[in-house]
């Protein structure tokens, strides 16, 4: 059996490389993507008939180096694992002024049902039951500015 594996060992990358690449589609978490391709590769080179032990090493080799320099730039690009939460999904909404806000205190104001703890994002006075434009949250702080008027 074992002869039979040796004797068709592009098939046995192959096969790895198929393993590989259905564990990253069903993961999408980048990690064993690297691997897959670097078992394509070592089946490129067992069809040149390249010694095993020269496979598996070339086979580390370039899923090591794919693993260290190009997933963390595929992961930034790509923001795999990112889930936008609820709270950042309100940057670009607009809310309501339920209580004052001015340069020295918070006030509040109503987005989507909520009341959220507000600050103006230049500073300045934002009166009761002016429409704001949500700027960003931190924490639980949204900044926001009055919305343009549209006359």
């Given at each position: 059996?074992?002869?039979?594996?040796?004797?068709?060992?592009?098939?046995?990358?192959l096969g790895?490389?198929?393993?590989l690449?259905?564990?990253?589609?069903?993961?999408?978490?980048?990690?064993?993507?690297?691997?897959?391709l670097?078992?394509l590769?070592?089946?490129?080179l067992?069809?040149l008939?390249?010694p095993?032990?020269w496979?598996?090493?070339?086979?580390?080799?370039v899923?090591?180096?794919l693993?260290?320099?190009t997933r963390?730039?595929?992961?930034?690009?790509?923001k795999?694992?990112?889930?936008k939460?609820?709270?950042?999904s309100?940057?670009?909404?607009?809310?309501?002024?339920?209580?004052?806000?001015?340069?020295?205190?918070?006030?509040?104001?109503?987005?989507?049902?909520?009341?959220?703890?507000?600050?103006s994002?230049?500073?300045?006075?934002?009166e009761?039951?002016?429409?704001?434009?949500?700027?960003?949250i931190e924490?639980?702080?949204l900044?926001?500015?009055?919305e343009?008027s549209?006359e």
């Open positions: 059996m074992a002869q039979i594996l040796l004797d068709n060992i592009q098939f046995v990358w790895i490389a198929v393993i690449f259905i564990i990253e589609a069903a993961t999408v978490n980048l990690a064993t993507i690297w691997f897959a670097g078992a590769i070592s089946m490129v067992a069809f008939d390249l095993i032990p496979q598996l090493l070339i086979f580390l080799i899923s090591s180096i693993l260290i320099f963390p730039v595929l992961v930034k690009k790509l795999v694992g990112s889930i939460t609820n709270a950042e309100l940057v670009g909404d607009s809310g309501v002024v339920t209580e004052e806000i001015t340069k020295d205190t918070r006030g509040q104001v109503k987005v989507r049902g909520q009341i959220w703890s507000a600050l994002t230049d500073g300045g006075l934002i009761k039951k002016t429409r704001v434009l949500i700027e960003k924490g639980v702080t900044y926001v500015k009055p343009e549209k």
